[in-house]
């Protein structure tokens, strides 16, 4: 497989759907692959509570690996399970060698400290890449294992043949799960990068400013059209619902749309790459703990490399 996917992108639209499409195809060459060399991946997925946004997106998850040939094994516990209960459990999903992922969805009841759970994860396990040591080497320039949103942003550029060197970037948004990772991508990929959020006085300007526009902040419609400079690449990581039940994203799209020369819709945009490349970092777990992958010095392999 190429890296570029034309089909991808139809009026300067770039579809996540159909990029996740082909990396989920990645995935399922590499799962059949590593079963032939007697090793056959397992996903384990905790969940904590009846929290029923957390039961649909477990639901899709399980259905994913199955999709791709990767076992999963779902825990549910009950909504009043102690925190030491649960850092039991993660303790017996890291030392199980059959399990090559361990993810715990996220949001935890609130006796639970979400921390200290992630922290518990074995790092080599650590699919969804929020372990504090996962981003440390993110940061350091040596990855393994990185979250799988702003991955998914990254694997999205590259089908589009959008080639970050000498770009400036824009993100908006700090979290650990998208914004500050997503930065440190963008500058391994020799972008210049700068992180705003909500309360940066002249975001507007910051916006204007940049060749490429990642938003991820929760806050519907944040930027706005004509904010955006003519010709640049906007992806909308936000997922948002409307007074009247429809989707939307941190950005105004339709005015974005008007200047930039490649948008991210939502729905079917940065959503669906998000699993798949849960996925595929459950293929870099398995590669890793037997020795088939990379050791970070380059950083781990895109679905594009095999």
Known sequence: MTARIE????????????????????VADQVSQLRERGVALTLAVVRVGDDPASEVYVRHKIRACEEVGIASRALVLPAETTQDELLAKVAELDEDDSVDGILVQLPLPDHIDANRVIEAID????????????????????????????????????????????KHAV?????????????????????????????????AEQVA????????????????????REGAVVIDVGINRRDDGKLCGDVDFAGARERASLITPVPRGVGPMTVAMLLWNTVLAARFRHELGHDGADGPLSPFDL
């Not at 089909?7 to 990645?26: F, K, P, Q, S, W």
């Not at 969804?128 to 550029?157: E, I, K, S, Y």
């Not at 940049?210 to 955006?228: H, N, Q």
């Open 123 to 166: 790092p080599r396990k650590d699919v969804d890449g929020f372990h504090p040591l996962n981003l440390g080497l993110l940061m350091g320039g040596r990855p393994l294992l990185q979250a799988c949103t702003p991955a998914g942003v990254m694997v999205l550029l590259e089908a589009a043949g959008v080639d970050a060197t000498g």
């Open 209 to 228: 400013a940049a060749d490429i526009v990642v938003v991820a902040t929760g806050v519907p419609g944040l930027v706005r059209g004509e904010w955006i």
């Open 7 to 26: 089909e991808a992108v139809v009026d300067g639209v770039l579809r996540g759907d159909i990029v996740a499409r082909h990396v989920r195809g990645a």
């Open 171 to 203: 993100v908006v948004g700090r979290s650990v799960i998208v914004g500050r990772p997503m930065a440190q991508m963008l500058l391994r990929a020799h972008a210049t990068v700068t992180i705003c959020h909500r309360h940066t006085p002249d975001l």
